[in-house]
């Protein structure tokens, strides 16, 4: 790769190799005569491979992607979330402006977060070909009820006398390897078949008339040159194996590029979200410092008799102040220092923690902080214990909703968030939230079958242990993994 400037734009230059079988890249051997452009925050503005160009919001988002066979158009929520995407092909650019046809553009994996509301596909001559209305998961099409989405697939609802539920099976990192759906004698009609590379391009075979986008960690396949993944916060190019925007949270990862796929290690991490693990204590500080701050620029303002009971006053709102922000700061410092020592010592469940999702691809946002003298009884009351225990951490997923195969998850932050808590006299915090990690991800995997579990063995395990409860397992094992890694043990 290497830099250069074209039209003013900051660019650079991708050798990329041309994939003779992938259609959307050129099949001539001859070396790029212009260079692959960027914007200033590192957006690709145009594809000289592809002779595509795009357009961003001031969230880095992607508005319009214009290519030689048509337009996709994208809109979003105030929040980010895509809501419209609109697609127009086998026009003339000067007639793109007055046919559009819309697209959704499915956001993350969440299908109940996207804010589809409409889409059109029209043919070459202009004929509306696709009319769809999108109601929460339900599809309609010129008003008839089409398709329902859910977690685990689609239901074909084309012909309301005959649905037809297809199933997709995937694999450890949420690929849709095979899809599937039952025959009227109750067996297996296989309707579409995937193999990846790596990074995620895709062989595609569909043996049957039903053709299903999502694919690579589930996510749907955009119809555009190189048939890019969109992950929400920003699309992917599994052809490349590289991002075209920079990652929202680069600064965590320093040593690395902000365009690579999961640290380029695609066998074992996926990148859902781009969440992350959070100090829960991060702005609590910040709080505190600006309060301290404040009572001392008001201090030292003070122009009256520095004798007087009101600058007295002042001094001692200092000091209380300054105590807080100290005493704030050192749990922040406790906290920071598992998240860092957990990345370091036990990096796969950190990646874990730091793109958690739930059974229905919710994005789960995990909480660590730190309290003074921790007892059993600070999430609430445990029913494990007659009083309350001095404890070195905890974990917190209670189930929120039940969402039919799994409970969505609850914490003291909210929806869709764990909290891992740990005692503030810990010499290593970060072992102790490696354990408490494992609970989190497995609890969070299976919580309705582990509430089950719990509610049929009572009085087996104590602190989610022993009886063979599979939870405390996993933390035990998160543990090892972060003591070998540390210690050498």
Same mark, same amino acid.
């Given at each position: +790769? ?5 039209? *003013?734009?900051?660019?650079? !230059? ?19 005569? %212009?260079? /692959? ?13 592809? /002779? ?17 066979? *048509? ?20 026009? %003339? ?35 509306? /070909? ?70 995620? +391009? ?10 299903? !986008? ?30 075209? @925007? ?32 959070? /100090? ?18 008001? +201090? ?11 600058? !007295? ?46 059974? @229905? ?24 214990? %007659? ?23 609850? %914490? ?11 005692? @503030? ?12 990690? *494992? ?22 395990? &104590?602190?989610?242990?022993? @009886? ?12 090892? &993994? ?5 210690? !050498?043990?």
């Amino acid at each position: +790769m290497r830099l250069g400037v074209r039209n *003013g734009i900051e660019c650079c !230059k991708f050798h990329t190799t041309r994939y003779n079988c992938a259609p959307t890249f050129a099949t001539t051997t001859a070396s790029p005569t %212009s260079l /692959n452009e960027f914007d200033a925050n590192g957006n690709l503005v145009f594809d000289v491979d592809r /002779n595509m160009q795009l357009h961003y919001n001031t969230r880095n988002l992607p508005l319009d992607i214009v290519f030689d066979e *048509g337009l996709i158009r994208n809109t979003y929520r105030p929040d980010g979330v895509c809501r419209i995407g609109l697609i127009s092909r086998f026009y %003339s650019m000067a007639r793109l402006s007055a046919l559009t046809a819309s697209k959704r553009i499915c956001c993350a994996n969440s299908l109940r977060i996207s804010k589809k509301t409409n889409k059109k596909v029209y043919d070459g001559k202009g004929r509306l /070909n696709t009319n769809e209305t999108y109601l929460g998961n339900l599809v309609l099409n010129f008003g008839v009820p089409s398709q329902i989405l859910h977690p685990e697939g689609v239901v074909d609802v084309s012909n309301l006398s005959l649905p037809v539920v297809h199933y997709h099976l995937k694999d450890h990192l949420g690929n849709v390897r095979v899809v599937v759906n039952p025959s009227a004698t109750n067996t297996a009609l296989i309707s579409q078949t995937n193999d990846y590379y790596p990074f995620g +391009m895709c062989y595609t075979k569909n043996p049957g008339s039903f053709t299903n !986008k999502r694919k690579y960690n589930g996510k749907e396949e955009q119809e555009m040159p190189g048939r890019w993944l969109d992950y929400g916060a920003r699309f992917y190019d599994p052809q490349l194996g590289r991002w075209h @925007g920079v990652d929202p949270l680069a600064e965590k990862y320093e040593s690395y590029s902000p365009f690579i796929y999961c640290l380029n290690n695609p066998i074992q991490f996926i990148d859902p979200f781009g969440r992350e693990v959070v /100090n829960a204590h991060k702005k609590e500080k910040e709080e505190a410092e600006k309060k301290a701050n404040e009572a001392k620029r008001v +201090m030292e303002e003070f122009d009256g008799d520095k004798k007087s009971k009101e600058y !007295k006053r002042l001094v001692k709102a200092v000091k209380k102040a300054t105590k807080e922000f100290q005493k704030i700061a050192k749990k922040f410092e406790k906290t920071e220092r598992a998240i860092q020592d957990l990345k370091k010592y036990n990096p796969e469940l950190f990646e874990k923690l730091d793109n958690l999702t739930d059974p @229905g691809c919710n994005t789960v946002d995990v909480y660590i902080e730190t309290v003074d003298n921790l007892k059993t009884d600070y999430f609430r009351n445990n029913p494990d214990f %007659s009083k309350p225990t001095p404890l070195l951490g905890g974990a917190q997923t209670d189930a929120y909703q039940d969402e039919g195969s799994y409970y969505s998850i609850i %914490s003291k932050y909210g929806p869709s968030t764990a909290t891992i808590v740990l005692d @503030g006299a810990l010499s290593d915090p970060g072992r102790i939230a490696s354990h408490e990690g *494992g609970h989190v991800t497995y609890n969070i995997a299976f919580l309705k079958q582990y509430i089950e579990w719990l509610n049929n063995n009572p009085n087996k395990s &104590i602190g989610g242990h022993g @009886g063979g409860n599979e939870s405390g397992k996993e933390a035990d094992a998160q543990e090892k &993994i972060y003591i070998r890694n540390k210690y !050498k043990k």
